[in-house]
């Protein structure tokens, strides 16, 4: 069974730039959270995604949007890149619907965003 | 949200039981306790939740206190492969894709 998947691996962007990352989650699985890992400020929840719809959102600017897909893949956007946007961005996975309080989540490998 | 508590880092040997603490005195009566570690290089991953009563799986064991205001994850023979980041982690909202990670604990496993 594939895990979930991450492109690209590793980018590098400059300052005023977007980017867009991709997640393709387990098959069946209809949930896709998105997390922000720095070495400052560790792992942060960025959103969640279920059935093509944003459930919850973390606390980040609007410049980080995200969207789901038919097919549960999930892209998440970051627009005017600054500095301190550079980080490992993961994607995870779970199969329970939202609400549930034990759900397993599947982390993909990440996209590492250098921004220069 | 409830706050979780674990020492910075930890250090075993190879082949003996290592037990990883955390303090949640904040816990709610309905807030599950997760558990995920982060080798190197790689995304998180998880090892064990619970609720109130002790819980195992091929990976590692959760003994909860009764009050349930700690709890600590134990992993039964640590093997080199075992070094990580120990993350314990009450969920956001009630909700386990919406995890809160701290700083969790570094495990050293020495040969």
């Known amino acids: 069974k594939a895990g979930v998947t991450q492109t690209p691996r590793y980018l590098i962007k400059t300052r005023g730039q977007q980017v867009t990352l991709s997640c393709s989650p387990i098959s069946g699985h209809r949930s896709v959270s998105w997390y922000q890992q720095t070495p400052g400020q560790g792992l942060q929840f960025l959103f969640e995604y279920f059935s093509e719809t944003q459930r919850n959102k973390g606390n980040f600017p609007g410049r980080f949007s995200g969207r789901q897909f038919s097919n549960s893949r999930s892209e998440m956007n970051v627009s005017t890149l600054e500095l301190g946007d550079s980080a490992l961005y993961l994607c995870?996975?779970?199969?329970?619907?939202?609400?549930?309080?034990?759900?397993?989540?599947?982390f993909g490998e990440g996209s590492r965003l250098t921004v220069l | 949200d409830a706050k979780t508590t674990q020492p910075n880092s930890m250090e075993s040997n190879e082949e003996e039981p290592v037990h990883l603490p955390c303090n949640h005195s904040?816990?709610?009566?309905?807030?599950?306790i997760h558990w995920y570690r982060q080798l190197p290089s790689q995304g998180p991953e998880y090892v064990i939740h619970?609720?109130?009563s002790n819980v195992n799986n091929r990976m590692a064991s959760l003994a909860i206190a009764e009050d349930r205001k700690s709890s600590t994850l134990i992993l039964h023979r640590a093997t080199l492969r075992d070094a990580a980041v120990y993350y314990c982690i009450l969920p956001m909202s009630g909700s386990a894709r919406q995890l809160t990670f701290g700083s969790g604990t570094q495990l050293t496993v020495l040969p």
């Open positions: 995870a996975s779970s199969l329970v619907p939202q609400g549930d309080t034990t759900g397993e989540l599947f």
């Open positions: 619970g609720l109130t």
């Open positions: 904040t816990i709610s009566g309905t807030d599950y």
